[in-house]
């Protein structure tokens, strides 16, 4: 990597002018704007890192093109750059990404510069691999003795490059003393080597499966997209198993054939074992991956060669948004619908969305991959915003798997189990046919709550208004939202009784249980994000399932998400209700789509599969769409009561949540906003109210919704409100535009 360290002016006397002038760098911190500095020298040039001194510290920050407003503070007022950063300048097209995504999300600059500044240590001088270059036009001087062992050594290094002490030993076969023989007699020069790529090049022309008919259409689509070097967004709308990953592959492909780099986001990266290993035969190389598991070397070294662009492809968490590529051509988001892209704490932001912003910023495409669509970009959809491309048929002989209803009310589970007759038959036919079933439920740990038989006293978490959820493999009962957890107490805190917890409701721990005592001969594994701890974990278990060491899986949503296993016909959802309780604005769309990719793991292959969701509501919308396949139908009824309420994408929302660890604090904050609401036409503000979660670690919580019609300027108006009311002691205010969580 050997970047200009500035771009410096060539023409010397506009260089002169700006001498000692002022320069605005923004630092990575959630300040209001870029802050003003002098430059002793010629003023670097925006999207230089500089070291700046702030207060009694140093910090790195980039040179910032915004103008200000008011007239500047003239330049001997201002503290002085300390020195320029010798790494590649941030481009101009990620400090636009910046400034959008902050005032998009109504945060500080510097708060998203930090998301984009994410590895502090590959702004750091780059140590360089000691080598030997042979000298030049040196002659043996008076006395040297010339062996041909040493000639060996110099005959190798006048041919080729520089090579390091191990690799001319392992070329020649000669000692160590040799080298530091001719060393010492001036005939090699000590020199440095840059670090090898860490990442080889995909290779686009590896043969892939023959595409289907459909396949064909839509990757040629995406293809002109990409030849055509502009901004497009395209909707790649298939059922589960249309091939939809083998088509985006092909885009890659293109994007790679045009010198360009390609960015994946995936939801749950660190899950993604199959999804590599795909990549991996397609391609013939492993992509760089980004996301919070990589060691601190892994990130820098991946970071710089997202920089210089030796890193082709990237597949990535939703933070892989805001790394430096140098020359990006493409951005993939794959299960769009995905709620793990949504980043709630901090910058909320929706890395969808800020994935189509930073496509039009960039001039290239976005490829929204799912086979269940958001409303949001179903309606962009029909608002002409995006291009859809459709796969309808599963790949292959493989048919969609038939959905069953079963009405828990008709037919219940025995007292003390989950599973009820038609789900146990159905699993006892599976494994008697030598097949695999999957059961799911999304919700981890043993049980949900917790009680007390004696008094009915329940156990709660102290920082969150939440219960503890027990788990009873690890013998702990935990929050789910802090982290928070305990043994189980021997003896009830509220009426002293001993040993009279009861467990309320299942969790996974609880259905493999039942799984064991009525099928012990069953192979059962359990898939959840806490008891699969790293990707290792995840490939094991995979490997274990594709190879049919597994019979029955019992599993989370992380289960839900992407795998193919052939010889899994049978899912049955234990609680199909689960989502549907909580009575927030996108319940019905998000179980439609999690029960819908769930259903997808089901018959993938030659063998048909069969899916069975446990329901107390057969006659709710959602259930009666997922038994009759019909996904237009409820997108339609949806897309209507959306629009009847204003609802996104209808119309426009962001939440406000004042926090804090002093509820009175937080409640004097939150009424100074209620009183200074702004009242423009259109804009309607509820609140403050508690939060669903009014306890979050430790901080209480109260909660504006702030509603607008389409197309009205949301973020001006909030961010105007906000600023008329100073926070009190230790009170945080928050916005969140978009919201997806209403707890
Ligand atoms: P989706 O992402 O739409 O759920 P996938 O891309 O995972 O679908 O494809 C489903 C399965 O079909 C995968 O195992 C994939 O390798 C296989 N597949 C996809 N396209 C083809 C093709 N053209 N020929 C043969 N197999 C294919
Ligand atoms: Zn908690």
């Not at 207060?55 to 330049?75: L, S, Y």
């Not at 001993?498 to 309320?504: H, K, L, N, P, Q």
């Not at 804009?683 to 430790?698: D, E």
Request: proline share 8%; net charge neutral.
């Amino acid at each position: 990597m050997a970047p200009p360290r500035t771009s410096s002016d060539p023409d010397e006397a506009a260089a002169q002018t700006r001498e000692n002038s002022r320069v605005r760098v923004l630092l990575p911190l959630a300040l209001p704007g870029a802050l003003d500095y002098r430059s002793t020298g010629a003023a670097p040039a925006p999207g230089t890192f500089v070291r700046v001194p702030l207060g009694a510290r140093e910090r790195i920050g980039v040179v910032w093109d915004d103008v200000p407003d008011g007239a500047p503070p003239p330049p001997e007022k201002l503290k002085t750059i300390i020195d320029v950063i010798d790494a590649p300048p941030m481009a101009a097209v990620t400090r636009r990404f910046v400034d959008w995504v902050a005032n998009y999300t109504v945060s500080a600059p510097g708060a998203v510069l930090k998301m984009a500044m994410s590895v502090p240590a590959a702004l750091e001088p780059q140590a360089a691999i000691p080598a030997f270059a042979a000298a030049a036009g040196w002659q043996p001087p008076e006395g040297f003795r010339m062996t041909p062992r040493r000639e060996q050594v110099l005959h190798l290094l006048a041919e080729g490059p520089p090579r390091t002490a191990a690799d001319i030993r392992a070329e020649t076969g000669v000692s160590a003393q040799v080298i530091a023989g001719l060393a010492d007699a001036g005939a090699l020069v000590r020199t440095g080597l840059a670090p090898p790529a860490r990442f080889a090049v995909p290779d686009a022309d590896r043969p892939g499966p023959t595409l289907t008919a459909d396949q064909k259409a839509a990757a040629a689509d995406l293809c002109a997209a990409i030849a055509a070097e502009s901004y497009a967004t395209i909707v790649l709308d298939g059922v589960t198993g249309s091939g939809k990953t083998e088509v985006y592959f092909e885009a890659i492909a293109e994007a790679l054939r045009h010198g360009r780099q390609a960015l994946v986001l995936l939801p749950e990266i660190a899950l993604s074992a199959q999804w590599l290993e795909r990549f991996e035969a397609r391609f013939g190389v492993a992509p760089a991956a980004w996301h919070s598991e990589l060691s601190t070397a892994v990130r820098r070294d991946t970071w710089r060669a997202v920089a210089d662009g030796s890193a082709r492809v990237v597949v990535g968490a939703r933070s892989a948004l805001f790394l430096p590529f140098h020359k990006l051509g493409l951005i993939v988001v794959d299960e769009e619908h995905d709620g793990s892209y949504k980043q709630d704490e901090g910058v909320a932001y929706n890395a969808r969305d800020m994935a189509v912003l930073r496509g039009h910023l960039g001039a290239i495409p976005v490829v929204l991959a799912s086979a269940t669509p958001s409303l949001e970009t179903v309606a962009n959809v029909e608002w002409g915003r995006y291009r859809r491309v459709h796969l309808p048929d599963r790949i292959g002989a493989a048919e969609l798997p038939e959905i069953t209803l079963v009405d828990l009310r008709a037919t219940p589970p025995a007292r003390g189990r989950w599973l009820a007759p038609p789900l146990d038959a159905a699993l006892a036919e599976t494994l008697a046919a030598g097949e695999q079933a999957l059961l799911f439920l999304n919700r981890r740990g043993y049980a949900p709550l917790t009680l007390c038989r004696g008094c009915g006293h329940r156990l709660e978490c102290p920082n969150c208004s939440a219960w503890l959820v027990e788990h009873r493999a690890s013998h702990r009962l935990v929050c789910h939202h802090c982290g928070y957890g305990l043994g189980l107490p021997p003896n009830c805190a509220n009426c002293g009784a001993e040993g009279a917890w009861a467990a309320c409701g299942p969790g996974v721990e609880r259905v493999a249980e039942e799984v064991a005592r009525y099928y012990p001969d069953a192979r059962l594994r359990i898939m959840a994000s806490d008891t699969l701890t790293g990707p290792a974990a995840i490939r094991e278990l995979v490997a274990a399932v594709t190879e049919h060491r597994v019979d029955v899986l019992v599993g989370t949503q992380v289960i839900a998400k992407g795998h193919h296993f052939p010889l899994l016909t049978l899912v049955g959802v234990i609680d199909a209700d689960l989502g549907l309780t909580g009575g927030d604005l996108r319940a019905a769309e998000r179980t439609h789509q999690l029960l819908t990719q769930v259903a997808g793991r089901a018959g993938r292959a030659e063998r048909p599969g069969k899916v069975l969701l446990q329901t107390f509501m057969p006659e709710h919308p959602v259930m009666a769409a997922l038994a009759r396949g019909a996904r237009e139908e409820f997108l339609g009824t949806e897309m209507r009561e959306r629009e009847r309420a204003h609802m996104p994408p209808y119309g426009r929302l962001a939440a406000v949540i004042v926090s804090g660890p002093d509820m009175r604090e937080v409640d004097a904050t939150a009424r100074a906003l209620g009183r200074v609401r702004p009242t423009d036409e259109g804009l309607t503000i509820l609140g403050p109210a508690p939060a669903a979660l009014s306890l979050l670690r430790g901080r209480h919580r109260r909660r504006f919704l702030v509603k607008a019609p389409r197309g009205f300027n949301l973020q001006g108006a909030v961010r105007g409100w906000l600023a008329e009311v100073r926070p009190g002691k230790g009170v945080r205010v928050q916005v969140d535009v978009d919201p997806m969580s209403f707890l």
